[in-house]
């Protein structure tokens, strides 16, 4: 079953945060998170596995509640070079195959 | 990080045509994943593919229209048949990035994309 992601899109000026959600009606043992830039392969950002976890790197972490089965992109001062679709990926169990939401589009204008 | 070539990038095809995609790995991995990209849309997954066996297909998918060959461990290829253009869309060849010895558990690692449009 495939997780909804919200926004759709969003349009954000350099600098502006900006916070991506994925959300599954099943239990989940991992979220993936992918950015695919126009006309690109999808790009892997991180992977955040059940136990609540939380992960990061240079000003893009995301979060994981496996309680409410739901993890969350945030994306601080964002830069020209975030634009892209954000497609969150979930697993249900280990090795389980990983089934991606719709994405989500971001623009970083100038 | 793994090398993922993919072949052709675009063409253009007629209707009721076949057409083989092919998928080159610079390293050996047991299993590879190919993905639909509808315009617009998501990943979708519609095979997997382990060397020596026949590939797994997910619902939706069946081995007719999708057949794929895997004759070693670093090269797999995935032929569209019988064409209409509800198959213009990117196919995509994967692999885990574990199994190549430099991604993190869980990670993909996806070839550019071939883009497909059928007239």
């Known amino acids: 079953q495939q997780p909804v992601q919200s926004p759709q899109a969003v349009i954000l000026r350099e600098g502006e945060d900006a916070v991506i959600n994925c959300s599954s009606s099943?239990?989940?043992?991992?979220v993936h998170w992918y950015r695919q830039k126009h006309g690109e392969a999808p790009v892997f950002l991180m992977i955040l596995l059940k136990g609540g976890e939380q992960k990061g790197h240079d000003k893009i972490s995301a979060s994981f509640n496996e309680k409410k089965q739901q993890s969350s992109l945030y994306l601080t001062a964002s830069q020209l070079s975030y634009s892209g679709t954000y497609f969150c990926?979930?697993?249900?169990?280990?090795?389980?195959?990983?089934?991606f939401g719709p994405g989500t589009s971001l623009s970083v204008i100038p | 990080s793994a090398v993922i070539s993919q072949k052709p990038s675009r063409d253009i095809c007629q209707r009721g045509t076949s057409l083989t995609i092919q998928c080159q790995v610079d390293s050996q991995v047991t299993m590879m994943f190919w993905y639909r990209q509808q315009p617009g849309q998501s990943l979708t997954l519609i095979a997997t593919a382990n060397q020596g066996s026949e590939a797994t297909y997910e619902s939706g998918f069946v081995i007719d229209k999708f057949p794929i060959s895997r004759p070693n461990l670093t090269f797999s290829t995935l032929t569209v048949s019988n064409m209409s253009p509800e198959d213009s869309s990117i196919y995509l060849c994967s692999v885990e990035g574990e199994a190549l010895g430099g991604g993190s558990p869980g990670e993909l690692f996806f070839g550019e994309g071939s883009r497909l449009t059928v007239l």
């Open positions: 990926g979930t697993e249900k169990r280990v090795g389980d195959k990983v089934i």
């Open positions: 099943k239990a989940l043992y991992s």
